[in-house]
């Protein structure tokens, strides 16, 4: 999914969250992560096109799927037990619980729109491939 497509549904989100529970910490940690989540992409980036940056060749390469292989860490779904943990262990707290919503959102939204090859979204999955 596009930077700008996860920037419209993470202000959604985020505004519901804000609506419903009147946590700014909440929705904007959820913001946070639901649209920054896709920094997990520059080590894919680096390692395909070396230790330059070029803004619009790293979202052309991502949206192209251009990598030859990706290791994108954040986007793995056994985070999902690891994120309700800690947001369990601290008590819920805003923050931590805020960038599990966003996190999770933003995984949703990928695995509908991307349709991921199977298992890509598995640390496993990309392991075997």
Same mark, same amino acid.
């Given at each position: 999914m596009r930077v700008e497509h996860h920037a419209a549904v993470s202000t959604l989100i985020s505004g519901l969250l804000l609506g419903l529970t009147g946590s700014w910490p909440l929705a904007l940690a959820s913001f946070i992560s639901g649209v920054l989540m896709d920094v997990d992409h520059m080590p894919d980036y680096f390692i395909q096109f070396g230790l330059r940056f070029d803004a619009q060749e790293f979202f052309r390469a991502s949206y192209e799927r251009e990598y030859k292989k990706v290791?994108? =860490? =954040?986007?793995?779904?056994?985070?999902?037990f690891i994120g309700v943990l800690a947001s369990w262990w601290s008590g819920w707290n805003p923050w931590i619980t805020g960038l599990l919503l966003g996190w999770l959102q933003h995984m949703i939204f990928d695995q509908w729109v991307n349709r991921p090859r199977h298992m890509g979204y598995f640390f496993l999955g990309r392991w075997r491939a």
């Open positions: 290791f994108i =860490l =954040l986007h793995s779904w056994e985070w999902l």
